[in-house]
């Protein structure tokens, strides 16, 4: 661990467009830097992001991530910290679904249902990384192919992750792929952000706005009901901003299923290639400010809930209750076993295309 800090504080002096990545443990890692000093720190292994190094208002950069210390503690990461997920992210009820008049199984490694892929998701595999830079960015693209029957999954399955860190302050995401045969994709970031760049704070405070009228609601299992609700009226509407806490232990049933705000958010109906400004989320005391924009139709909005301290993250600390928050862009839980909600199905005469650009500044 200390060897990794010492490796990393070395990159940390290194700024500008020269990308570098460096062998840790036998896995490669890549910082990306910018023209402002912004810093991301990506590791091979599940593509995670370990770090998100950026300024408050006074000029002063902390890392804005949750995560570990060592990259030998990523190896269990039950929460999906700063990881690649797929092939399905969120759940699948039962781990099953059909496709072609064949029923596929996947594992239940969340109860009765399948969750974010399985035993050994994107987030727990080695991709293979290539640093690029270009006008005003460098980047990894991440590649990784997930052979036919991987977790369950039909078809051989090529994905290319690229991340990009631009001059504007910008982390896009654009997630490419195509498979031999028909089958079902939904591939998210599962980073958790606390943005006062203090570990182990809570995101409370932070007020997050969310452009969506709807949102799909969950049975006690965390499953979506099928139906695609109205926020109207309702402790989860954030169309006007309002903080994480404000209303996050309102009486309301959904809440109470997910222990807090654990939701999709409806931002289209359809898949579509239009970028959309999804959210915005604002703490008030550092000053920072994280805009998120898509091409999914849907966001999961997640508050921690089920951190419990029980995992000791950077610099040893416990990450408690709410002290991060995820905002998952996706396709909509359970799609394939929901007939109202956006097809996950991908064709071999296709291709997967999406994107997703969190964007950073203050106020
Ligand atoms: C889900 C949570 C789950 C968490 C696991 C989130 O994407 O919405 O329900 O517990 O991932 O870390």
């Known amino acids: 661990m200390e060897r ?26 890549f910082i990306l830097s910018n023209a402002n000093g912004i810093r991301i720190r990506i590791a091979e292994y599940g593509g995670i992001v370990r770090e998100i190094n950026v300024p408050d208002r006074q000029g002063l950069f902390e890392d804005i991530v949750l995560g570990f210390d060592s990259m030998e503690a990523y190896k269990q990461n039950p929460a999906y910290f700063g990881a690649l997920i797929g092939r399905y992210g969120n759940r699948i009820a039962h781990g099953r679904f ?4 064949v029923t596929y199984e996947l ?7 399948h969750l974010h892929g399985g035993e050994k998701g994107f987030g727990s595999v080695l991709w293979d990384g290539e640093g690029i830079s270009g006008e005003g960015f460098e980047g990894v693209e991440l590649r990784y192919r997930s052979e036919d029957g991987e977790e369950g999954y039909p078809g051989a399955l090529d994905i290319s992750v690229t991340y990009r860190l631009t001059d504007e302050n910008e ?20 980073s958790y952000f606390n943005l006062t760049g203090k570990a182990g704070s809570s995101i409370l405070e932070h ?27 309702t402790p989860l509407d954030f169309r006007a901003s309002k903080a994480i806490g404000a209303r996050i232990n309102a009486q309301h049933p ?7 705000y654990d939701h999709n958010f409806v931002l289209k109906r359809a898949v579509s290639e239009e970028l959309v400004q999804a959210a915005e989320v604002y703490e008030p005391i550092s000053g920072r400010l994280m805009e998120v924009l898509t091409t999914s139709p849907g966001v999961q909005f997640y508050t921690g809930n089920f951190l419990d301290g029980s995992l000791q993250g950077k ?34 005469t296709e291709e997967f295309k ?7 500044s203050t106020r």
Not at 4 to 29: D, P, T, Y
Not at 171 to 186: C, E, M
Not at 207 to 233: F, K, M, R, W
């Open 4 to 29: 990794e800090n010492k490796v990393a504080s070395q990159f940390a002096l290194s700024k500008g467009f020269e990308n570098r990545h460096c062998e840790i443990l036998g896995m490669r890692e």
């Open 98 to 101: 059909d496709l072609d008049g």
């Open 107 to 113: 594992a239940k490694n969340d109860g009765e249902n």
């Open 171 to 190: 982390w896009i995401i654009d997630y490419l792929a195509t498979a031999d045969r028909p089958t079902i994709l939904n591939p998210t970031q599962h």
């Open 207 to 233: 007020g997050i706005q969310i452009n969506a009228s709807h949102y799909t609601p969950v049975d006690s299992n965390l499953i979506p009901t099928g139906e695609i609700a109205a926020l109207d009226e």
């Open 254 to 260: 959904q809440l109470e299923r997910g222990k807090g």
């Open 315 to 348: 610099s040893g600390v416990a990450y408690g209750v709410r002290s991060g928050f995820c905002l998952e862009t996706q396709l909509f839980p359970d799609s394939p076993n929901q007939v109202n909600f956006p097809s996950a199905r991908l064709n071999p």
């Open 354 to 360: 999406s994107s997703t650009l969190y964007r950073f």
